[in-house]
């Protein structure tokens, strides 16, 4: 029989766990007695402990690593603590390293005014406590190494931002380059197949049976709900590139604009619509239009078969957000098929009831999500439906 060797469990141990790598820590003190009494005392951490014997020395020091700490003697001839913590702070490398000053009890309330005023994160008073001392420098170890970890993590979300922007940028030129198409290569043959049947009927339909005529009508209408639908894509592609220009717009003059344009296009159709007044928003004015114009006439379409049809558009405040409203007693639908309504030709209704290309609620959801806002339907079967959005 044979057996297989299994591995020591410190073995596994170790190669399942990541070599830490050591941080620098700084020591400068002109007497090499108290520089090996901090190295010392600063051995059971296993980090770098790197001397500097003057602060010269420990500004040269300073120029060639990164410390995440560093212990410094106030007392020190030609330039003193004081003076090399002040040059330490001046040089954007180390502005933000934490100095902790040692110092004798017998100058400590001197030396701690001064000391802080230069920035000093900490003070240790000799004698040095072997214990304190450690648990300081950890602290600031520890904090070193979360800032490192946070630099890595940051670098590389740049770069996997970087990835995704040079993708995106990719599938975008892809979907203009098939906007383009749908705009010429496909849309231009239903112009053409449109128009050659309204010549039939025009020339030739009094030579056709009624059978004939329905047949090329049909066909027509079918033209142009196939065009509308590539319109309505070509309407979202472009929703995709540009940029967002914010400026203050009065919603409740637009939203005027666009209740007049319908009440013009419609004037056997009596609709009550009430307008809340000072309504603003920050947005693009172009976008913004889109918007309400999309919202305002799925109101008024769902709203054909009511007698009196009514329709509200006002504004909100619920916790914190100004929420802005287009109501309605229309026709309404069933929550449980929410979540299809702001989905491109996704309809809950035929053609035959409700014409259109089922591209508006997408589009209104495109233009909020452009602007970091957010857009979601509450209704009922038979008792209308509201539109909530913020930007």
């Known amino acids: 029989m044979v057996t297989k060797a299994r591995p020591l469990a410190n073995e596994s141990e170790q190669a399942a766990t990541p070599l830490k790598t050591k941080v620098n820590i700084l020591v400068v003190d002109d007497d090499a007695t108290k520089r090996f009494a901090l190295r010392t005392i600063l051995a059971p951490l296993d980090e770098n402990v790197v001397e500097a014997s003057s602060g010269a020395d420990a500004l040269r020091q300073l120029l060639r690593n990164e410390f995440a700490v560093v212990l410094l003697d106030v007392r020190m001839p030609i330039m003193d603590g004081f003076e090399t913590a002040q040059l330490i702070r001046q040089r954007p490398r180390s502005e933000l390293t934490p100095l902790i000053f040692v110092t004798a009890l017998d100058q400590a309330e001197t030396d701690m005014g001064r000391g802080y005023n230069l920035g000093a994160v900490d003070f240790v008073f000799a004698p040095v406590v072997p214990g304190i001392l450690r648990a300081k420098v950890t602290v600031f170890v520890e904090l070193y190494r979360a800032q490192q970890e946070l630099r890595r993590y940051r670098t590389q979300l740049e770069t996997l931002v970087e990835e995704r922007t040079i993708a995106l940028t990719a599938i975008n030129r892809e979907l203009e380059a098939f906007s383009y198409s749908v705009s010429h290569d496909l849309r231009a043959p239903l112009v053409s197949f449109d128009g050659l049947s309204q010549t039939l009927l025009e020339k030739y339909g009094q030579e056709l049976d009624a059978t004939a005529t329905d047949y090329l009508q049909r066909m027509r209408e079918a033209s142009k709900r196939m065009t509308s639908v590539f319109d309505g894509l070509q309407m979202l592609f472009r929703l995709t590139s540009g940029e967002i220009r ?7 003059a637009m939203e005027g604009q666009i209740v007049d344009e319908l009440r013009s296009a419609n004037p056997d159709r009596p609709v009550d619509i009430d307008i809340a007044p000072g309504i603003t928003v920050s947005g693009d004015q172009r976008l913004v239009r889109i918007l309400l114009t999309n919202l305002i006439n799925n109101a008024w379409k769902f709203t054909g078969g009511k007698e009196p049809a009514r329709i509200v558009i006002g504004r909100e405040m619920v916790d914190g957000d100004s929420r802005i409203f287009v109501k309605d007693n229309g026709v309404g639908f069933d929550m449980i098929d929410s979540h299809r309504l702001f989905g491109a030709f996704q309809r809950l209704h035929s053609q035959s009831e409700f014409p259109g290309a089922g591209i508006g609620l997408a589009t209104a959801r495109r233009i909020v999500n452009r602007h970091g806002g957010r857009i ?12 909530y959005f913020v930007l």
């Not at 914010?246 to 409740?252: A, F, P």
């Not at 979601?376 to 539109?387: C, R, S, Y």
């Open 376 to 387: 979601w339907a509450e209704g009922a079967v038979g008792e209308g439906a509201t539109f």
């Open 246 to 252: 914010r400026e203050e717009i009065d919603v409740s």
